[in-house]
């Protein structure tokens, strides 16, 4: 307890606390005025604003596709003969883990069904038709392919790269580094902007944990008939989230590290085995025409709004996802930036676009493609499903029409809890790192505390809203993160510009030796 008090940021701990238990209450005492409320702005934003979360997710992602393939590449996050702090497996595993865990275990077999009833504008088609479903599962992969990734690389290089070369604290507020200078990160904006990170965080954090709580009791209820209250789903969702004690305990080299890899040897042999036990023929016909329609289309559907139309769906979805992962960004880009000591600026990127999208292409592939293919052949109830108990029951039918159901939905059940206790685990230490005014090891009792909070606003925001009110929690937060994102963008291509000789067209014994640097890291790339 006294290494906990010893080590807070008083003004950003004290700020986020306080809003946190404020927001709390606040459901907890008028949750069905509070869910109405949190609609109106999240319409608001998405209505006047879209064009900021579209346009900034594009820019984004021309950033990073240049920071993979130009000179920039080459930089080192940290000091020119420092060697990766993790191997490529567990580096990949905590990324990948951290980054999309708990998304996609409740959307993989929810969203392609969802476009395949109600299809995107962009696609045309008519619902529930053959073009609906390679249409809806199109949209699947562009939700979850590189555009999903590039916001924590926006987030966590530049902060990487100043904690590692320059020994600037590991916090978010790093980002403006380049405008006033590392020794002057404790002044009022830099506070500012790691207390909007906290808020962020919370937002992005207690809508997964929402979302996957649900579908934890969705799937408490479907397999084995045990539903809970109001009162219950806060305690479970609770509990859940304190779950994730033990892996604290074991730091993240020995805990994250291990739940990631072991959270990845399952989800890959869910993966394929309903591959081989399901349409495998379907799969492969209808997934390989989407992923098809989203290399040629993916430059129209980044920047369509439905300028014509009302803009509804594109709100509800891409904006929603991509808001969502922007309030992830603070965390998740913390998170990445920690472990990415001793790797090139290419190897992360390639890591989150490359690696990352091939990860999740099957998966979306698989299970998009075995539940649109159930429900057409009648063979599953998948839509009646989801509409007598919601998008978080789509998985439980799925599995239990396969051969072996039982022992495939249990596996997938488990997956669920898992990726719930990365998430948690990999979110407090980022938080606990925002309120620590940086430091790579906060205390246990700063991120139990953390996740307490976060587990609790996210059973509230289930009991008070549901699946809107946890739409709009990622939308409101994920807002300022956007605009953020942008000035990050700007930083870095002003910091790399001065570093990289060739482009800066500088020779000193300053440039020089960082030139080295990035040679070597370059070399590391082959090397990889």
């Known amino acids: ?241 304190v779950a994730f004690t033990a892996s604290v305990a074991l730091g993240v080299k020995k805990g994250i590290a291990r739940i990631s890899r072991f959270n990845m040897g399952v989800f890959a042999v869910l993966t394929v085995a309903t591959f081989l036990l399901g349409p495998t023929n379907y799969i492969m016909n209808t997934g390989l025409q989407a992923m098809g329609n989203y290399f040629v289309g993916f430059l129209r559907m980044s920047l369509y709004t439905n300028a014509t139309g009302s803009g509804e769906w594109v709100g509800n979805w891409t904006v929603f996802y991509w808001a969502w992962v922007f309030s992830w960004a603070p965390f998740g880009g913390l998170f990445v930036a920690r472990i990415s000591r001793g790797r090139t600026i290419r190897q992360v990127v390639a890591t989150a676009l490359v690696g990352s999208t091939a990860a999740t292409t099957p998966w979306f592939l698989t299970m998009g493609g075995s539940a649109i293919f159930f429900e057409r052949q009648n063979i599953a109830p998948m839509l009646e499903m989801v509409a007598e108990h919601g998008v978080a029951v789509s998985g439980f039918p799925l599995f239990s029409s396969l051969p072996v159901g039982g022992l495939l939905s249990a596996v997938f059940l488990f997956l669920v809890v898992t990726f719930f206790i990365t998430s948690a685990d990999s979110s407090t230490l980022a938080l606990g790192m925002l309120t620590t005014g940086g430091k790579q090891h906060p205390s246990t009792v700063n991120r139990v505390i953390w996740g307490a909070l976060m587990g609790g606003l996210a059973s509230l925001l289930i009991v008070g809203g549901g699946i809107d009110a946890l739409r709009s929690s990622a939308i409101i937060t994920g807002f300022p993160f956007a605009l953020i994102s942008v000035i990050a963008i700007g930083g870095m291509a002003w910091e790399f510009h001065q570093v990289d000789p060739l482009l800066s067209g500088k020779h000193d014994s300053t440039v020089a030796e960082r030139a080295g640097s990035s040679n070597r890291a370059g070399a590391s790339v082959d090397d990889d």
């Open 1 to 241: 307890m006294q290494r906990f008090i010893n080590e807070l940021d008083f003004t950003v701990f004290g700020v986020g606390f306080s809003v946190s238990l404020l927001a709390i209450l606040v459901f907890f005492l008028s949750p069905s005025a509070s869910a109405e409320t949190m609609g109106q702005i999240n319409e608001f934003l998405w209505t006047e604003y879209m064009w900021v979360y579209i346009g900034t997710m594009f820019l984004m992602v021309m950033f990073s596709l240049w920071l993979m393939i130009g000179p920039w590449g080459r930089i080192k996050l940290g000091k020119p003969d420092e060697d990766p702090e993790f191997g490529l497996l567990s580096y990949f595993a905590m990324m990948f883990s951290a980054g999309i865990a708990a998304g996609i275990v409740f959307w993989g077999p929810a969203e392609a069904l969802k476009h395949y009833q109600t299809v995107p504008p962009l696609i045309g088609a008519k619902a529930q038709s053959a073009s609906a479903a390679v249409g809806a599962i199109q949209y699947t992969l562009f939700h979850w392919g590189i555009s999903y990734w590039v916001p924590y690389l926006i987030v966590a290089i530049p902060i990487a790269y100043y904690a590692f070369r320059e020994d600037a604290p590991m916090r978010v507020s790093t980002l403006i580094a380049p405008f006033v200078g590392v020794d002057n990160l404790d002044g009022f904006l830099a506070k500012g902007i790691d207390i909007l990170a906290v808020f962020a965080t919370i937002g992005g954090i207690a809508t997964t944990l929402g979302f996957v709580g649900k579908q934890f009791l969705t799937g408490l209820t479907y397999n084995f008939g045990i539903s809970l209250g109001d009162t219950g789903t806060v305690l479970v969702i609770t509990g859940l989230t």
